[in-house]
C-alpha cells in the first residue's frame, strides 16, 4: 500500500526528469536554469523530512519474476543522507553553472537555446540517476541506474570537455563500463545462487559474487591503482560537470558496498585487516601525489583519490564506520564541490588552471577565495560535518579493532594510518589555499566583477556543512542513521 509519504518520495525523483524535458523542449535558458533548480528542491525537501522523522521504510513499486523479485525504493538514514547531498549539490552547481558554461560555450563557439537544452537536459538525468540509485533497493535498479549515470556523464564529458576530450571520455567509459560490468557479473551470481536481486531478501551473498562486486566497485570508486582514469576525467571534463563526479558519483560505489555490507556483513568483516591496510595506504600515497600536481582541477582530483580512502575505511569498520562513511561522503561532496567551482570561476575569469601561476588571488577575487576556505574546511573536518565523521571512524575503529582482534603493534599502525590521512588532507588543502589564493601574485590578475551565481550557492553548500555538525541537524542526522544502520546490521 502506498502512502502519502511515498508519492512525495516518488515525485520528488521524478520532478527532475520533469526538468530534462523542460530543458530538451524549451528554448529559454532561463527556464531551464530555473527548473533545473527548483525541480530539485522537492528531492532536497523530502530528504530533510525523512532524516527529520528517521523515516525507515520501504516503496513498492512492483514485482518481476524470479530472480529479479520485488521491486522497492527504501526511504532510510542511509538513502536520505545520499539523497540529500546529491540532490542539494546538483541544484546549487547547476546554479552555479550558468555563468560558468556561458564562458565554456564561447570557448567552444556554441552557445544557442539549443546547445544550453542538450547541456541541461543531460545534466539533469545524470544528477537524477544518481538519486534514483540511492534510493533503489533491489539490485536490477541499482544497476540500471549505476550505468545510465555513466551514459549521460560520458556524454557531458565528450560534447563539453577540455583538452582531448573525445579521448578522455572514451578512457573514462571504459574503465567505468568495465566496473560495471563486473557489478553486473556480481548481481547475475547473486541472482543465480540466491534466486533474488530483491536487498530486502538477501542474506549471506556468496563470496565469488562479493569478490567480484568489490574489484568492480573498486574501480568505479576509485581506490589508488584503479584510479588512473580519474585524473584525467575529473580534470578534462566541464568544470561543473567535474563538480558533480568528484563530489558525488564516485563516493556512489561506496554507498552500494555499504548497502550489501548491511545484509552480508561476513566477507568484509572476514578481509577486514586487508581493506584497511589498502586503504590507508593508498590514501596516503594518494594525498603525498596531490603536493605534485600543478593543475588546480588535477590537485583536486587526486585528492578525490585520496579522500575516497576514508570511504574505504568506513566500509572496513563495522556500523559505525558506515556511519562514518555516509557523513564523509556528505563532507566530502560538499566541500569538493565547491572546490571544483571555484576552479571553474577561476577560468572563467582568468582563463588559467596553473596553480603555478596562481598566487594572491584573494585580493582580486575574495568571495571566491572565502569559498575555497569552507570546501577545504570540509574536506579537513574543521569546523564542518567531516570532523562528525572522523569521530565515527575513530569509534568504528575502536569497536571493530580492539585488542582482542589485532596484535597492539597492528592496532597503533592502523591508528597512526587513520590519523595520518587526516593531517595529511588538513596540510595539503592549506597548502593549495595557500598556493592558490595567498602570497604573491605568480602572474598578472585585475579585480574582476564576479557573477552572484558562482559564489553564492557554493557558500550555501559551505554553511550546510557547518550547520550539520550543530543540532538539531546533526542529532537529527546522527538518529536516522543509527536507526538504520545499526538497527539492520543488528538484525543481519
Known sequence: MITGTDYFLLTALSLPILAAVISLTSMNRRVMLYSSVILFLPLVAYSIYGLALGLNVLVPLGSLPSPIGNLYLISDGLSNSFGFTISLVSAMVALASYPYMEHRFKELGIGGESDWGTFYTLYNLYSVSMAWLVYSYNLLLTYIALELSLVFSFLLIYLYGYGNRRWVS???????????????????????????????????????????????????????????????????APTSVSALLSPLTVGLAAYILARLYLVSPQFIDSIRQYLLAYALIGGILAGFTVFRQGDYKRLLAY????????LLVGLSLGQYGIIGLTLQYMAHALGKAILFMTSGAIIAAYETRDINKMGGLHTFIPSISNAALMGWLSLSGVFTVGLLAEFYLFLGLTSTIGLGSYSLSGSLLVLIGLALLFILTAYYGFWALRRVFYGQPRGTYTKVHMDKLLYIPLYIMGFTSVLLLFPPFSTALLHSLQVSVIGVVAHA
Do not use: C, D, Q
Request: hydrophobic share 65%.
Open 170 to 236: 572514451i578512457l573514462y567509459f571504459v574503465w567505468t563500463h568495465v566496473a560495471g560490468v563486473l557489478f553486473l557479473i556480481g548481481i547475475m551470481i547473486i541472482a543465480y545462487t540466491l534466486g533474488t536481486l530483491n536487498i530486502a531478501a538477501l542474506r549471506a551473498i556468496p563470496t565469488l559474487a562479493w569478490l567480484i562486486i568489490l574489484i568492480g566497485l573498486l574501480i568505479k570508486l576509485p581506490s589508488y591503482g584503479p584510479h588512473v582514469w580519474l585524473p584525467w576525467a575529473h580534470a578534462e
Open 303 to 310: 585528492s578525490t583519490v585520496a579522500n575516497m580512502a576514508y
